[in-house]
T-cell receptor, first 111, second 110 residues
């Protein structure tokens, strides 16, 4: 078990709604990354925050946004949910970017 | 899009046997990492191999890297039921972002 925690564990939303997922980084880590993992696929990089600044973004639309707080915890916000947003969302923290320590994930279902 | 591709997609072996899976990638890398995932939960980091390294060991794991062929392999020796999981390779470029493959699902039969 890593020291990375995520909440909630599971979430059900309807199309068009907004969702906020939370992540608490492992102690001492200054970098947090978010990944989306569709069923049967590998994780896809959404974005990364380093010392509260976004320093990289994958191929995801602007309705995916995030924050990293001074205590290095983080949020992922998704607006205008679509059915294809249904996935496991993984948060990972690290000290100076690599390797990553992953949380258990949040399973999002969009109906 | 995913940088790495694992082969095979699925693997079933008897307890005690060795399991080998391969990863191919397309662009130059800073390092390559292997992760394990149990039943759709969080990923666990197994091993990191840098672009100037050719082989690395960690317990029952052996990883090789051939940058000329843009490929890596993960060998698990003397497999156990607890090794049943999905295994992912992830490449890291100069931007330090991980790009994962689709994974290999390993089933170890008792």
């Amino acid at each position: 078990e890593t020291g990375v925690t995520q909440s909630p564990t599971h979430l059900i939303k309807t199309r068009g709604q907004q969702v906020t997922l939370r992540c608490s980084s492992q102690s001492g880590h200054n970098t947090v990354s978010w990944y989306q993992q569709a069923l049967g696929q590998g994780p896809q990089f959404i974005f990364q925050y380093y010392r509260e600044e976004e320093n990289g973004r994958g191929n995801f639309p602007p309705r995916f946004s995030g924050l990293q707080f001074p205590n290095y915890s983080s949020e992922l916000n998704v607006n205008a949910l679509e059915l294809d947003d249904s996935a496991l969302y993984l948060c990972a923290s690290s000290f100076d970017q690599t390797p990553l320590f992953f949380g258990p994930g949040t399973r999002l279902t969009v109906l | 899009s995913q940088q790495g591709e694992e082969d095979p997609q699925a693997l079933s072996i008897q307890e005690g046997e060795n399991a080998t899976m391969n990863c191919s990638y397309k662009t130059s890398i800073n390092n390559l990492q292997w992760y394990r995932q149990n039943s759709g939960r969080g990923l666990v980091h197994l091993i990191l191999i840098r672009s100037n390294e050719r082989e690395k060991h960690s317990g029952r794991l052996r990883v090789t890297l051939d940058t000329s062929k843009k490929s890596s392999s993960l060998l698990i020796t003397a497999s156990r039921a607890a090794d049943t999981a999905s295994y992912f390779c992830a490449t890291v470029g100069n931007d330090y972002k991980l790009s994962f493959g689709a994974g290999t699902t390993v089933t170890v039969r008792a």
